[in-house]
């Protein structure tokens, strides 16, 4: 039977999503393409479909970076793949800019490199949640300059102390259990809702952002070998600046990028705050063993093994949600999970 493509394409900056038809894509060489069966919303992508996030599309498009669904057609030189297998997928749309490998869709483009099998036994919608651990593997290893995790961390690393910021974002809770799975002391940020979660995959300690001794409660658990932003504000920035200027100074990263701060606020001295593009990592040819093993080993190997857990996922339906669900993200009531849509459904 003749495969049929539908899509939730974008017409023009700002535009709604509307349902339509598109091409099955036809792989090259080392890619694949996938029969979506579902695909995860993450908070910049309403930003990407009004032009907040500073990417010309080429319209009209589809956008979309995570895919999770059934081999449909390989393409030459693909060798870990075959029709058939179930798999987790990274498309890149971000820096490719081409619609083929946009994820909103239900038959979409995407690299062997960044694919990984699933197993059996995981729901495609429930697979989706693990779309960001490239992202924050590669902030915590790549950028922050943490060991990779390993079954025999290093034994000095026991000893020495993580603050992540924002565990309870899906960034920050695969970053949590990467420093675990590294052999590092791990404290966290988050609101109390996520608080036994975060303590389940082996955060020493969680607390509150609302609380009114929050800097003095962490400068009791430096000094931190490393600190790294998954989720958060200027005044999160300016709480993480003062920690590192009690050390001496010092830089951390963020997700989210620096922050105006408010007037009159000083930032202190020797402190910096940097921004990264993870996705960029992927590409670089002095990462291709580092990739190999992210995607053919870590995170196959940890949705096998029940290694790695994965958060809370919402389905909010097919292709034809896809805008409804994008304003309920911009309007920030969506905590703890991730939204879902059926790529085969409308």
């Known amino acids: 039977m003749t495969a049929i493509n539908r899509a939730a394409w974008i017409l023009s900056k700002g535009a709604a999503p509307a349902v339509g038809d598109a091409d099955v894509p036809v792989p090259g060489a080392g890619e694949l393409v996938i029969e979506n069966k579902a695909f995860p919303l993450h908070p910049g992508d309403w930003k990407v479909l009004k032009g907040i996030i500073p990417i010309e599309l080429n319209y009209p498009t589809v956008i979309g970076n995570y895919a999770a669904g059934i081999v449909h057609s390989v393409g030459p030189q693909v060798t870990r793949f075959q029709p058939g297998d179930r798999v987790l997928s990274v498309t890149c749309y971000s820096l490719l800019n081409d619609h083929r490998y946009g994820a909103y869709q239900h038959f979409v483009l995407s690299s062997e490199a960044m694919t990984s099998i699933i197993p059996d036994s995981l729901a495609f919608p429930d697979a989706t949640s693990a779309s960001q651990i490239y992202a924050s ?76 001794t929050l800097l003095n409660d962490l400068l009791s658990h430096g000094p931190y070998h490393a600190i790294f932003a998954a989720q958060d504000t200027a005044a999160d920035q300016l709480i993480m600046a003062q920690l590192l200027a009690s050390q001496g100074g010092g830089s951390f990263i963020s997700t989210m990028g620096p922050r105006p701060q408010a007037a009159g606020v000083t930032w202190p001295e020797g402190v910096t705050v940097q921004f990264v593009q993870y996705m960029d990592d992927y590409l670089k040819p002095e990462n291709e063993e580092f990739k190999s093993w992210v995607f053919g080993e870590y995170i196959e190997g940890g949705l096998r093994d029940g290694k790695l857990k994965l958060g809370e996922v919402e389905v909010v339906g097919g292709l034809g949600s896809v805008g409804a669900a994008l304003e309920r993200l911009e309007a920030g009531g969506v905590r703890g999970r991730k939204l879902v849509i059926k790529a085969n459904e409308e």
């Not at 790549?142 to 000893?159: C, F, I, M, Y």
């Not at 799975?181 to 607390?207: D, E, F, K, N, R």
């Open 137 to 212: 593997m590669s902030a915590m290893v790549l950028h922050v300059g943490l060991d990779r995790p390993s079954a025999t961390p290093n034994p000095e690393n026991k000893d020495k102390k993580v603050l992540i910021w924002g565990g309870g974002s899906s960034f920050g809770f695969f970053a949590v259990q990467i420093a675990v799975q590294a052999g590092y002391i791990v404290h966290t940020t988050a609101s109390p809702t996520s608080t036994s979660t975060l303590l389940s995959i082996g955060a020493s300690s969680v607390h509150s952002y609302k609380s009114p």
